[in-house]
């Protein structure tokens, strides 16, 4: 069956694979070219984009991902992973360079301007989502064929086009499922029912805001 990778050179890693088992989906860490053999989507996760970038290119994982990629592969960057497949990065080099979105790196200031949130997302799911942002980009504007998933004032926080997602914020560090689901969806995967982790806007503190 195919399934979904997460690249496993640095970042947010476990959380993202956690979800997808919770979801049914075979979930593969991805460190080297041939871990991409037989996967429908790779996620690109949260961590340090530029530490990322450099690491993708030494384990010659750019190239191969880029030609996957056009070959059908689907795609999913959450923060860094959404720095790393922007077109134009702002201030900055691009990465992957593969949808045509521009984005502004830790664009609400120091990792203690790093914050929860909850907010409708009616693509992605019924109920309000949480989001969690650590010192997240800012998805500043969106090339023609890319859609906005969820505006914020002044920004893009999910945007897609018909191959790759990008997310300002962390949903695996949530409790909801949403996201990965909406992404296994995508990649034509079929998820399993339910598994929904029970939550109330206001009452998940696990990555609450920290204090000032
Ligand atoms: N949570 C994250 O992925 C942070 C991204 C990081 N600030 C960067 O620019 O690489």
Redesign the pocket.
Known sequence: MAGIGVLALQ?GVVEHLEHLQRLGVGATPVKKAADLDGLAGLIIP?????CLRRLLHLYELDEAIAERFRAGLKLWGT??GA?LLAKRVVDGDPGLALIDIEIA??AFGSQLASFNTVADVPAVAAAPIPLTF????KITALGPGVRSLLRIDDYYAAAEDDAILVTAF?PELTPSLAFHRYFATKCGIATVEADEVDWRPGDWTRYAPLPR
Not at 46 to 50: A, D, I, K, L, P
Not at 134 to 137: E, K, N, Y
């Open positions: 970042g949260g961590g340090e984009s530029t923060c860094a720095i790196r830790n650590i010192r997240a980009p962390h």
